[in-house]
């Protein structure tokens, strides 16, 4: 079968969305399918190139700003029909409703061509700078919130990460078929290990290690995760590790050194994808503080590493964080030190949250991901 992916963020950049497109459609390749990625170019010239028997599109494009790294494609509506035109593909599987997969929508639509869309967004992952406009931010949120139903009604079906997010879709107009499908974990890759070696291998202190991996952008709220840290500290000798890039670097740096944290936090920086599996097991709990989770792939790294993890009681957090059972969830800023301290003041419940995390991704195995996404396809060819 002939696939094409449309995205905005893929391979090399390091995103949740990214990671998971990328890992869906080498996997597809392997089971025989030929996989086609749209996606933006990294300056304003139009490229191919190939990727473990992937062929990528990359469209001409732009900086886009507020966003550390990302590019937008401009314009690139009558090369992508062109070039669906020639690969002349079964199905299109869009992965965001922004310029890719608009003009590929448009394209599919055009030729009659079988749409999965699976949505990954939110408008605070869109427009996390609309917040401090705060007379704009309803208008704005909402206005959002209606181009992405309007985007997903024009599938055939489609898809998010977990059942929290496809209550949004519905909650705000969906009306095509859908089902969640989770991004799915690779369980080989990601287990758990021992601790020591790796520590040395980050050169990490020999103490209690806290764990923040991924974007360092507003909607992830890493500042709550620092301030916590002068409260945790009073009880507990710890440091907290925060690894990943992104527009808001500065700001948390600066922060650590309004707290007086440098000694206490230490910034790892952008880390590749193969010691992703080991940055998690020299850590002993993973904290993640978003507001804007589909589903969250490094929290799912988190509990295949067997992790317990302290999340924020927002979006799909919750179904992979059972408050109690594999960590605990917090509401308000003030509740995150204490929950902290709750796990590492008893061993014996930190060693259940760890053995439960480990229990409850079996259900999140990659390798069931993909076959679901496979059966979709055809699924929708059939039509």
Not at 47 to 54: H, S, V
Not at 208 to 223: A, F, Q, S
Not at 318 to 325: A, H, S
Request: a positive charge; hydrophobic letters at 40%.
């Amino acid at each position: 079968m002939k696939i094409i992916f449309a995205t905005e963020d893929y391979y090399p950049l390091i995103t949740g969305g990214a990671r998971f497109e990328r890992a869906l459609a080498l996997s597809l390749v392997k089971r025989g399918h030929k996989v086609y990625i749209f996606c933006p170019a990294q300056n304003f010239e139009d490229r191919q190139d190939q990727d473990g028997g992937t062929l990528i599109y990359r469209q001409k494009a732009l900086p886009l700003p507020f966003y550390h790294k990302f590019t937008f494609s401009v314009l690139p509506g009558a090369r992508i029909k062109k070039q669906i035109e020639q690969i002349k593909p079964d199905v299109v599987h869009t992965h965001n409703p922004h310029f890719n997969g608009l003009a590929t929508l448009k394209a599919a639509k055009k030729f009659k061509i079988p749409i999965l869309s699976t949505n990954h967004t939110m408008p605070e992952n869109i427009f996390p700078f609309i917040y401090p406009l705060v007379p704009l931010r309803k208008p704005l949120y909402e206005l959002i919130w209606k181009y992405i139903i309007w985007f997903n009604n024009q599938a055939n079906f489609v898809t998010t990460p977990t059942q929290t997010g496809l209550n949004y879709l519905k909650a705000h107009g969906l009306k095509v078929e859908a089902k969640p499908v989770s991004n799915g974990i690779n369980l080989e890759k990601f287990q758990p290990m021992e601790k020591e070696p790796l520590k040395k291998h980050f050169n990490l202190p020999n103490l209690p290690l806290i764990l923040y991996t991924g974007r360092l952008d507003p909607e992830k709220r890493v500042d709550f995760i620092i301030r916590a840290m002068p409260q945790v500290l009073t009880k507990l000798n710890c440091r907290l590790v925060i690894t990943g890039e992104g527009k808001d670097r500065q700001k948390i740096q600066n922060l650590v050194k309004k707290l007086n944290l440098d000694e206490k936090v230490i910034f790892l920086g952008f880390l590749p994808e193969e010691d992703l599996p080991k940055i998690y097991n020299a850590c002993d709990l993973y904290v993640i503080a978003s507001t804007a989770e589909l589903q969250s792939i490094t929290t799912l790294e988190a509990i295949a590493s067997g992790l317990p993890v302290v999340a924020s009681n927002l979006g799909a957090l919750p179904e992979l964080v059972r408050d109690g059972e594999n960590g605990f969830l917090f509401n308000a800023q003030a509740e995150l030190p204490e929950k902290i301290l709750d796990i590492f003041s008893d061993a014996s419940l930190k060693d259940k949250m760890s053995a439960r995390s480990l229990e409850i991704v079996k259900a999140h195995d990659f390798s069931n991901t993909v076959k679901e996404y496979e059966a979709i396809y055809f699924k929708i060819r059939q039509k």
